[in-house]
């Protein structure tokens, strides 16, 4: 590179065509906080100083960023961070990115949570994001909830512990296949519960294949795909969730934006009541929240 396409605004300019160019949409804003990421500035400092140069390793190193965006690899695992309910959470490959819709389901779970301590499980945890951020906003409440996390992905449990020890979140993260961690040798319950949490994998199997291909492409297919119907993961949750909530304990889920009437009628043939959902700020159908009441 010649002195001027070391320049921070020069690198940002080229960023930017070769993202536009590999249809990236939000191309110029990526460009930017890459730029952000590697030379640890603000955009502020950075808009002020456009004329610095870079030295080699840097602009080397945001260039090999920006080409690797350019193939779809999604953003939050190039970075290796992303912010949910304003915390950061770390992000690596083979665990799902937390989204922002995703907020819902934990705002949801602190405005029914009682007015009390309590015990909540987050079910399908991936970076552990919904239950430490429950967890730290309950204890901003004043509670002291005891939270577990669940998942049956190694490299997520990983992540999780990762994400619970950077943030000093006080939960107990567990292996397992759904509940099986919480049944003793006869199946029967060893926990119970008063908020289970989840968002778990309910893409239809044929659709995976229309996503963005930043997610079909790269992110795990263990925690996108919900069989043929994308339903698989509500029926296990919903027959097994009654027999480890208390007495009108709650049940919140995030669903897909046309699931709505499948996941009520798989939660009240389990004997859910109280079943209402929530939308997301694109007007989409996204939380459900039920009780099971005896």
Same mark, same amino acid.
């Given at each position: 590179?010649?002195?001027?396409?070391?320049? !921070?605004?020069? =690198?940002?300019? $080229? /960023?930017?065509?070769? =993202? @536009?160019?590999a249809f990236i949409e939000n191309n110029v804003a990526e460009a930017r906080h890459l730029m952000m990421i590697y030379r640890d500035m603000d955009l502020a400092t950075i808009y002020a100083n456009l004329d610095e140069e870079l030295d080699d390793v840097t602009a080397m190193?945001?260039? $090999?960023?920006?080409?690797k965006? @350019?193939?779809?690899?999604?953003? %939050?695992?190039?970075? /290796?961070?992303?912010?949910? !309910?304003?915390?950061?959470f770390n992000c690596k490959e083979n665990v799902l990115i937390p989204r922002f819709d995703t907020e819902n389901l934990v705002l949801k779970a602190v405005e029914l949570a009682p007015e009390r301590n309590c015990i909540a499980l987050d079910l399908c945890t991936g970076s552990g994001c919904i239950g430490i951020s429950y967890k730290l906003m309950r204890e901003d409440d004043g509670f002291n909830d005891e939270v577990f996390l669940v998942d049956i992905s190694d490299d997520a449990i990983d992540l999780a512990n990762e994400n619970a020890k950077k943030l000093d979140a006080d939960v107990t993260i567990v292996k397992s296949d759904m509940f099986k961690a919480f049944k003793d040798e006869e199946g029967k319950p060893t926990v119970s519960f008063d908020m289970i949490l989840s968002n778990p994998p309910y893409i239809k199997t044929k659709e995976i294949y229309n996503l963005l291909k930043d997610v079909r492409d790269f992110e795990p297919r263990l925690a996108l795909d919900g069989a #043929?119907?994308?339903?698989?993961?509500?029926?296990?949750?919903? #027959?097994? @969730? $009654?027999? &480890? =909530?208390?007495? /009108?304990?709650?049940?919140? =889920?995030?669903?897909?934006?046309? %699931?709505?009437m499948d996941v009520a009628e798989i939660l009240? #043939?389990?004997? &859910? $009541? #109280?079943? *209402? *959902?929530?939308?997301?700020?694109s007007g989409l159908d996204r939380i459900v929240s039920a009780r099971y009441c005896i």
């Open positions: 590179m010649t002195h001027d396409e070391k320049k !921070m605004g020069a =690198l940002i300019n $080229k /960023g930017t065509k070769i =993202l @536009a160019d190193r945001y260039m $090999k960023a920006i080409k965006r @350019a193939t779809h690899y999604p953003l %939050q695992y190039i970075t /290796g961070f992303t912010y949910f !309910m304003d915390y950061e #043929s119907d994308g339903l698989a993961f509500y029926r296990i949750i919903a #027959s097994e @969730a $009654k027999q &480890f =909530l208390v007495p /009108g304990g709650y049940l919140v =889920l995030e669903i897909g934006y046309d %699931q709505y009240k #043939s389990n004997g &859910f $009541k #109280s079943i *209402k *959902k929530q939308k997301d700020m």
